[in-house]
């Protein structure tokens, strides 16, 4: 497909299967990119997530856009025994490694994995302590109605938590960051998608890379956390802003 006849901008017709299609295909190597990509990163900010979420004992939570299940464990891990943890993505190839990786991480009480939509929970008002989500609100077809999923299903007192990637504000840092998409990341995501089109769209990688630009960041998306409803709502810039972190408190 040539440039012109791209999807111009993070929505466009046919979004919801292609999102699918591009996870169902990378399913099997995501982990290892995520790692690369992040140079080491993500483990310190899924860990800063957890504090931001407060003390996780005993609380029932939700990642939402699970995919393969890092944070849903973290959340387990912290939430004990006590706890009850759900992990809800669209594509079920995703879930699928997430429940084998499961089999290896003694967890002290296993993570529900389901099939749902970050757009329409099955779950009841007022039913969760804590949401998370990480990476999955460029790839829904309605971000403020996410958010407003997330509040709904919060509890009075509920956090969410939401990591984001971001682009830094700083030309000297952005200089560095757009060097590492454009060529590092870039290569690294032909070396494991082929470069092919998904359903004559992006590749995998080109997605994840284009989908960043325009994405609503820092207080552009706080907003939308207080149009949900959310008390407060506060962002946190990461790794020189290539990722914020959302706080939203329910009061
Ligand atoms: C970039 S991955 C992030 C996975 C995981 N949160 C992580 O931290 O690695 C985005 C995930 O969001 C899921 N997703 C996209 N749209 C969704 C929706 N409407 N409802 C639930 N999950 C969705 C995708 O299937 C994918 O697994």
Redesign the pocket.
């Known amino acids: 497909m040539t440039e012109e006849t791209k999807p111009n901008g993070t929505q466009f017709d046919g979004k919801?299967e292609f999102?699918?299609d591009v996870?169902t295909e990378i399913a099997s190597y995501?982990d290892e990119m995520?790692e690369l990509m992040s140079i080491g990163m993500i483990k310190g900010w899924h860990n800063f997530m957890m504090r931001k979420a407060g003390d996780l004992r005993s609380k029932k939570c939700m990642?939402?856009?699970?995919?393969?299940g890092?944070?849903a464990f973290l959340l387990a891990e912290n939430a004990g025994e006590g706890g009850e943890v759900y992990g809800?993505?669209?594509?079920p190839k995703?879930l699928e490694f997430a429940e084998l990786k499961m089999k290896e991480r003694g967890l002290p009480k296993p993570v529900t994995f389901e099939v749902?939509?970050?757009?329409a929970l099955r779950f009841e008002d007022c039913s969760f302590d804590v949401v998370t989500?990480?990476?999955?609100l460029r790839?829904?077809t309605d971000v403020q109605k996410?958010i407003d999923e997330m509040y709904r299903v919060l509890r009075p007192g509920g956090r969410a938590v939401v990591a984001e990637l971001s682009k830094p504000d700083d030309r000297f840092v952005r200089y560095f960051y757009e060097m590492h998409m454009k060529h590092r990341v870039a290569r690294l995501g032909r070396k494991y998608d082929g470069g092919m089109t998904i359903d004559g769209k992006y590749s995998a990688y080109e997605w994840l890379t284009s989908s960043v630009e325009g994405f609503p960041r820092g207080e552009e998306m706080t907003k939308k956390f207080l149009k949900a409803g959310f008390d407060e709502a506060q962002y946190f810039v990461k790794t020189f802003g290539a990722v914020n972190i959302y706080l939203g408190i329910k009061k």
Do not use: P
């Open positions: 919801e999102v699918k996870f995501y995520n990642d939402i856009g699970t995919g393969t890092e944070i809800v993505d669209i594509t995703m749902g939509d970050a757009l989500s990480g990476y999955m790839n829904v996410a």
